[in-house]
T-cell receptor, first 114, second 118 residues
C-alpha cells in the first residue's frame, strides 16, 4: 500500500532559525512526492515535488526538500523561517497504479514565533 | 490563468435542501478532483474526473453527486446531507497523469467552499 507519514503534529521554531518538517513514505516502486502548504480557510498551495534526479529539490518561497531513499524520507526545509511561514504543511505521494490519485500525510502545523 | 475558482465561498443548508458546488479552471487541465477536508485534517479524496469521465469514486455516499459538464467545469450536487458532512470542500485540477506517457504533475487547488449542514 502507498502511504505517507508526518510524525509531528506541530513544529515550533523561532523566526530566523532553520526549520524542518518531516515526512516519510512507503510506496511500491519509485516514489513521486509533493509538499503543499495551507493557510487558514484557504486551499492547498503547491511548494515543490520530487520525481527523479537531484535529491535536493528547491521550491517556492525559499523552501527546499531533501529526498533520502535509504531512509524513505522527504523532509521539508528552510534555512531561515519567517512568521508568515506559519501554516499547515502536507506531504503527499502519488499512487503508483493510479497516477491521478494522491495520498496526503496527516499534516504538520508550523508555528514560527517572532 | 493559473487559478482554480470555487463558488460559493460559504454555504449553509438544511438536511432536506438540494444545492450545488461549482469549480472552474482555465489551465487546460484534464484531471479534476473533489476533496473533503475537516478542520486540521488532510484532504480526503472523493472523486476524480479524467477527460470528463469519472475515473475514481472513493465510495462516497450517493447524497453527493459529481458532474463534469466540460473540461473546465466540475460540479458537486448535494442532496439530503447530514450534519457530519459539514466540512471544507476543495476542488483541484492537474494535467492528467493516467495516460501512456507518464507525467508527474502537481495539483492546483481552489480556495474551497465552507459547507455547514444544519
Amino acid at each position: 500500500a502507498q502511504s505517507v507519514a508526518q510524525p509531528e503534529d506541530q513544529v515550533n521554531v523561532a523566526e530566523g532559525n532553520p526549520l524542518t518538517v518531516k515526512c516519510t513514505y512507503s510506496v511500491s516502486g519509485n516514489p513521486y512526492l509533493f509538499w503543499y502548504v495551507q493557510y487558514p480557510n484557504r486551499g492547498l498551495q503547491f511548494l515543490l515535488k520530487y520525481i527523479t534526479g537531484d535529491n535536493l529539490v528547491k521550491g517556492s518561497y525559499g523552501f527546499e526538500a531533501e529526498f533520502n531513499k535509504s531512509q524513505t524520507s522527504f523532509h521539508l526545509k528552510k534555512p531561515s523561517a519567517l512568521v508568515s511561514d506559519s501554516a499547515l504543511y502536507f506531504c503527499a505521494v502519488r499512487v503508483l497504479y493510479n497516477f491521478n490519485k494522491f495520498y496526503f500525510g496527516s499534516g504538520t502545523k508550523l508555528n514560527v514565533k517572532p | 490563468d493559473t487559478e482554480v475558482t470555487q463558488t460559493p465561498k460559504h454555504l449553509v443548508m438544511g438536511m432536506t435542501n438540494k444545492k450545488s458546488l461549482k469549480c472552474e479552471q482555465h489551465m487546460g487541465h484534464r484531471a479534476m478532483y473533489w476533496y473533503k477536508q475537516k478542520a486540521k485534517k488532510p484532504p480526503e479524496l472523493m472523486f476524480v474526473y479524467s477527460y470528463e469521465k469519472l475515473s475514481i469514486n472513493e465510495s462516497v455516499p450517493s447524497r453527493f453527486s459529481p458532474e463534469c459538464p466540460n473540461s473546465s467545469l466540475l460540479n458537486l450536487h448535494l442532496h439530503a446531507l447530514q450534519p457530519e458532512d459539514s466540512a471544507l470542500y476543495l476542488c483541484a485540477s492537474s494535467q492528467d497523469n493516467s495516460g501512456g506517457t507518464r507525467s508527474y504533475n502537481e495539483q492546483f487547488f481552489g480556495p474551497g467552499t465552507r459547507l455547514t449542514v444544519l
